[in-house]
């Protein structure tokens, strides 16, 4: 088997164990929905599907709508569910792979294009991005499409200028404009990834400026290919440049997480010397601290992969130096370091352009803002391989041969050296470690999924109650994904911090946690149940009954049962029933943060309020801790509102009703009225 063949056997066995590590138990890891994931796909990339096709999104501090439409096609074809938000990010994660051999293999050799890319496979890094549904996983993709083009055209030019101006011997080499336009058109389509995109440019200009000064005729044989490649980039960018222009404030994101930077601007230099020694460390030392993407503070590599990281550093950065020296001294005998020190220098410019985001932006060290550095990483992690001259294996018993098969047995040991620290290390701490911490199941909601596991093998569980914050409708997204979209069982969900649902009796509760006078009306089902850290109980709606005089109904279908103030708490509990399907305004999905000037509040709440004996008002609490949206005709609830008048005056009544907060309008009764009193004074 020549070594074509067998390179392309070992890429596409490495390939496929990328695959498989990237599909596994999808659904399950991470261990639930996170809002940004389900933001992503259920508003932005919804927006595709709805007709709204546009190049970039005010959605979530603004959003690049490349990504999105791709994962329109996914959400088509499989709808929301694992398939429809996860497969498309597997599928770019894993097509990283390949690419990065492809990238490493034209800079430096085969071995380190093999060698990154099977450390890229099993990182934690790598497989982190490439199993939820963000935009930031084709960034890579799209970054190594654009530098394995642009370094093709690069090599073409190059041989040209060696070969000279002899048309017999050009005539036989593909032109290199045609590989810089295709860098062009990966390059211009990152624009529309992510924010990231727009350094990639500011890469190939510090490169190019690089070539200008140790290899001026390689320079001048190229720049015409480089201009044309930078030009059609800027004419592809001009959609998303005129779009950011007429909505300036869409890039709001921006400026919230650029906190080193504007204090940097007044003076204050230390948060950004703060946040990139933070950054630089990250590789060994300490990483990001986000629960959401990262055991916190764990470094990218342990001891063995880090000494291979920051060895490969040295290794490039000696060979920039060594030409910098050379080119100084004014040596002639320059191309076996010419050889190195470009592909070096192009290789450090990347990785420090892809972790620069992390020097000037919360939180430091940040695996997603410095996404673009990713393969770069694992290319300078296998760059030590690269120098242990690995050659095929000689079967003679010459010494020259036998000295060449130690070095290739030694150069396969480092690079099983190296794998296996990475995947012994990120695969069970990626797997088993980070899933398995209570912060990150309660980021990603693992608890609900837990609860829809015992509701999808409870068949008779239809109606039933479940706790949550209410912050959004994010909870009871991610509760009908478990749920399978099964329109047979419908949960209704509350605050148990100031509500309680009576009826359906059964209600999942433990988080948050329950209002003392709450907790006796709720009694642990027998045989317990458990589901993360809800458990299962019961109530019994009799409890309204003793205490309910009359029903007064409003016109949108909610009816007030009791209403009854406590002066020792001054707490006011409401009890509502459901008389009829509530009548509530359309209330569409919008992204958190909502776009620049939508509304993006609940849209029906109680207002509470206590007056004073001539009428004046002393102090409201306004709220509904109850999703309307899920409650049906027949269910009864109870909240509580806090109205602690001001000290030493006294309260004479209680006013409360509905109304919608976007409007301000009020709910009538269904006699008229805008408002119910409760006499409470002595």
Same mark, same amino acid.
């Given at each position: 088997?020549?070594?074509? /063949?067998?390179?392309?056997?070992?890429?596409?066995?490495?390939?496929?164990?990328?695959?498989?590590?990237?599909?596994?138990?999808?659904?399950?890891?991470?261990?639930?929905?996170?809002?940004?994931?389900?933001?992503?796909?259920?508003?932005?990339?919804?927006?595709?599907?709805?007709?709204?096709?546009?190049?970039?999104?005010?959605?979530?501090?603004?959003?690049?709508?490349?990504?999105?439409?791709?994962?329109?096609?996914?959400?088509?074809?499989?709808?929301?569910?694992?398939?429809?938000?996860?497969?498309?990010?597997?599928?770019?994660?894993?097509?990283?792979?390949?690419?990065?051999?492809?990238?490493?293999? /034209?800079? +430096?050799?085969?071995?380190?294009?093999?060698?990154?890319?099977?450390?890229?496979?099993?990182?934690?890094?790598?497989?982190?991005?490439?199993? +939820?549904?963000?935009?930031?996983?084709?960034?890579?993709?799209?970054?190594?499409?654009?530098?394995?083009? %642009?370094?093709?055209?690069?090599? /073409?030019?190059?041989?040209?200028?060696?070969?000279?101006?002899?048309?017999?011997?050009?005539?036989?080499?593909?032109?290199?404009?045609?590989?810089?336009?295709?860098?062009?058109?990966?390059?211009?389509?990152?624009?529309?990834?992510?924010?990231?995109?727009?350094?990639?440019?500011?890469?190939?200009?510090?490169?190019?400026?690089?070539?200008?000064?140790?290899?001026?005729?390689?320079?001048?044989?190229?720049? $015409?290919?480089?201009?044309?490649?930078?030009?059609?980039?800027?004419?592809?960018?001009?959609?998303?440049?005129?779009?950011?222009?007429?909505?300036?404030?869409? =890039?709001?994101?921006?400026?919230?997480?650029?906190?080193?930077?504007?204090?940097?601007?007044?003076?204050?230099? =230390?948060?950004?010397?703060?946040?990139?020694?933070?950054?630089?460390?990250?590789?060994?030392?300490?990483?990001?601290?986000?629960?959401?993407?990262?055991?916190?503070?764990?470094?990218?590599?342990?001891?063995?992969?880090?000494?291979?990281?920051?060895?490969?550093?040295?290794?490039?950065?000696?060979?920039?130096?060594?030409?910098?020296?050379? /080119?100084? $001294?004014?040596?002639?005998?320059?191309?076996?370091?010419?050889?190195?020190?470009?592909?070096?220098?192009?290789?450090?410019?990347?990785?420090?352009?892809?972790?620069?985001?992390?020097?000037?932006?919360?939180?430091?060290?940040?695996?997603?803002?410095?996404?673009?550095?990713?393969?770069?990483?694992?290319?300078?992690?296998?760059?030590?391989?690269?120098?242990?001259?690995?050659?095929?294996?000689?079967?003679?018993?010459?010494?020259?041969?036998?000295?060449?098969?130690?070095?290739?047995?030694?150069?396969?040991?480092?690079?099983?050296?190296?794998?296996?620290?990475?995947?012994?290390?990120?695969?069970?701490?990626? %797997?088993? $470690?980070?899933?398995?911490?209570?912060?990150?199941?309660?980021?990603?909601?693992?608890?609900?999924?837990?609860?829809?596991?015992?509701?999808?093998?409870?068949?008779?569980?239809?109606?039933?109650?479940?706790?949550?914050?209410?912050?959004?409708?994010?909870?009871?997204?991610?509760?009908?994904?478990?749920?399978?979209?099964?329109?047979?069982?419908?949960?209704?969900?509350?605050?148990?911090?100031?509500?309680?649902?009576?009826?359906?009796?059964?209600?999942?509760?433990?988080?948050?946690?329950?209002?003392?006078?709450?907790?006796?009306?709720?009694?642990?089902?027998?045989?317990?149940?458990?589901?993360?850290?809800?458990?299962?109980?019961?109530?019994?709606?009799?409890?309204?009954?003793?205490?309910?005089?009359?029903?007064?109904?409003?016109?949108?279908?909610?009816?007030?049962?009791?209403?009854?103030?406590?002066?020792?708490?001054?707490?006011?509990?409401?009890?509502?029933?459901?008389?009829?399907?509530?009548?509530?305004?359309?209330?569409?999905?919008?992204?958190?943060?909502?776009?620049?000037?939508?509304?993006?509040?609940?849209?029906?709440?109680?207002?509470?309020?206590?007056?004073?004996?001539?009428?004046? %008002?002393?102090?409201?609490?306004?709220?509904?801790?109850?999703?309307?949206?899920?409650?049906?005709?027949?269910?009864? +609830?109870?909240?509580?509102?806090?109205?602690?008048?001001?000290?030493?005056?006294?309260?004479?009544?209680?006013?409360?009703?509905?109304?919608?907060?976007?409007?301000?309008?009020?709910?009538?009764?269904?006699?008229?009225?805008?408002?119910?009193?409760?006499?409470?004074?002595?």
């Amino acid at each position: 088997m020549n070594r074509r /063949k067998h390179d392309f056997w070992l890429v596409l066995g490495i390939t496929f164990v990328a695959f498989v590590l990237r599909l596994w138990q999808l659904g399950q890891l991470p261990p639930g929905w996170r809002d940004d994931e389900l933001i992503n796909s259920l508003v932005i990339s919804q927006h595709v599907l709805d007709g709204n096709l546009a190049v970039y999104y005010a959605d979530a501090s603004g959003h690049e709508a490349l990504y999105h439409a791709l994962n329109a096609i996914m959400l088509g074809l499989f709808g929301a569910n694992w398939l429809g938000i996860r497969l498309l990010s597997a599928f770019l994660g894993t097509l990283t792979v390949p690419l990065t051999y492809q990238v490493g293999r /034209k800079l +430096f050799g085969r071995w380190v294009g093999l060698t990154a890319a099977a450390g890229l496979t099993v990182s934690f890094w790598g497989l982190m991005y490439a199993r +939820f549904g963000l935009r930031h996983i084709l960034m890579p993709v799209l970054t190594l499409a654009t530098f394995y083009f %642009f370094w093709r055209g690069f090599q /073409k030019g190059d041989q040209r200028l060696e070969i000279g101006d002899s048309r017999r011997s050009i005539s036989n080499l593909q032109s290199p404009v045609s590989n810089y336009l295709l860098a062009a058109v990966f390059m211009g389509l990152g624009f529309y990834t992510y924010f990231a995109g727009r350094g990639v440019p500011l890469i190939l200009l510090a490169f190019m400026g690089f070539v200008w000064l140790v290899k001026r005729p390689s320079f001048w044989q190229q720049w $015409r290919g480089w201009v044309v490649m930078l030009g059609a980039t800027a004419v592809l960018a001009i959609p998303l440049i005129l779009t950011l222009q007429a909505q300036p404030e869409a =890039e709001g994101r921006v400026g919230e997480l650029a906190v080193p930077l504007v204090e940097a601007r007044q003076g204050n230099f =230390e948060p950004l010397q703060e946040y990139a020694v933070t950054t630089l460390g990250m590789f060994h030392a300490t990483g990001d601290d986000e629960w959401l993407y990262n055991i916190p503070n764990r470094p990218l590599f342990g001891v063995v992969g880090a000494l291979f990281f920051w060895g490969g550093v040295l290794l490039a950065l000696f060979d920039v130096l060594w030409l910098v020296w050379v /080119k100084v $001294r004014h040596r002639t005998d320059e191309s076996a370091n010419m050889a190195r020190a470009l592909p070096a220098a192009f290789l450090l410019l990347w990785w420090l352009a892809g972790i620069a985001p992390a020097f000037i932006s919360v939180p430091p060290a940040s695996l997603g803002h410095t996404i673009l550095a990713q393969p770069a990483t694992y290319i300078l992690a296998a760059l030590p391989i690269g120098r242990l001259k690995i050659g095929d294996w000689r079967l003679n018993s010459a010494p020259k041969s036998l000295i060449s098969n130690l070095q290739s047995l030694l150069g396969i040991f480092a690079v099983l050296i190296l794998i296996g620290s990475i995947a012994m290390r990120d695969l069970p701490d990626y %797997f088993q $470690r980070w899933p398995e911490r209570g912060m990150v199941r309660f980021l990603y909601r693992a608890d609900i999924q837990d609860a829809a596991d015992y509701v999808n093998s409870t068949p008779e569980m239809s109606d039933f109650g479940v706790s949550g914050l209410l912050a959004g409708p994010w909870d009871r997204i991610a509760l009908e994904i478990d749920l399978h979209h099964n329109e047979a069982v419908r949960p209704r969900w509350f605050n148990s911090e100031r509500a309680v649902l009576l009826s359906p009796p059964l209600s999942f509760v433990g988080f948050p946690d329950t209002a003392v006078s709450y907790k006796p009306l709720l009694n642990p089902v027998a045989p317990r149940v458990k589901a993360g850290y809800y458990q299962l109980a019961q109530t019994e709606a009799q409890i309204l009954a003793e205490q309910t005089k009359e029903r007064i109904c409003f016109s949108n279908g909610l009816c007030l049962l009791t209403a009854v103030f406590d002066p020792k708490t001054s707490r006011l509990a409401l009890g509502w029933q459901v008389a009829e399907t509530l009548q509530l305004p359309e209330i569409p999905l919008i992204s958190n943060p909502p776009p620049p000037g939508v509304y993006a509040g609940p849209r029906l709440q109680v207002f509470a309020q206590l007056l004073d004996a001539d009428g004046n %008002f002393l102090t409201g609490d306004d709220g509904l801790w109850v999703d309307p949206v899920t409650l049906r005709p027949g269910d009864i +609830f109870l909240q509580q509102h806090w109205l602690a008048p001001p000290e030493g005056i006294v309260a004479e009544t209680a006013v409360f009703g509905l109304y919608d907060p976007m409007t301000g309008e009020r709910i009538l009764t269904s006699d008229g009225r805008d408002h119910l009193r409760l006499e409470i004074g002595d």
